[in-house]
């Protein structure tokens, strides 16, 4: 949840990312507040067979986390070189982690 004035403090997610808006999103909040955890789920998240943005994730990552990234790589400089680091490593990560996701499964005997 999110007070109205933080809305009008920082603007709504930005509609011109394919992906990741939300990310996108919670970092420009980071920069005028604090967030505290909630206990109780307040959205569950289902998958099903229709299309989703995952049928085309790979394609919009690319495009996506390199924006994201610019946007707010100031943001991360002005905390310092250790946090700057952190921040760049993260967003290698989970575009690595994402790549292999969408690798065909391999066994051992497949590498053989």
């Known amino acids: 949840m999110v007070r109205k004035e933080l809305i009008e403090s920082v603007g709504k997610p ?9 990310r996108d999103w919670w970092l420009k909040l980071s920069e005028v507040c604090r967030f505290k955890a909630i206990s109780e789920p307040l959205v569950i998240r289902q998958f099903g067979d229709y299309k989703q943005i995952g049928d085309r994730y790979e394609e919009l990552r690319d495009i996506a986390y390199p924006r994201i990234y610019d946007k707010h790589k100031d943001l991360a400089r002005n905390e310092g070189v250790r946090f700057q ?7 290698l990560e989970s575009i ?4 292999l996701l969408c690798l065909p499964q391999w066994t051992v005997e497949n590498d053989r």
Do not use: H, N, R, V
């Not at 680091?85 to 967003?91: E, I």
């Not at 690595?96 to 790549?99: H, L, R």
């Open 14 to 22: 930005d509609p011109e990312l394919p992906i990741l808006q939300d």
């Open 96 to 99: 690595g982690k994402s790549a």
């Open 85 to 91: 680091m952190y921040f760049k490593s993260t967003f």
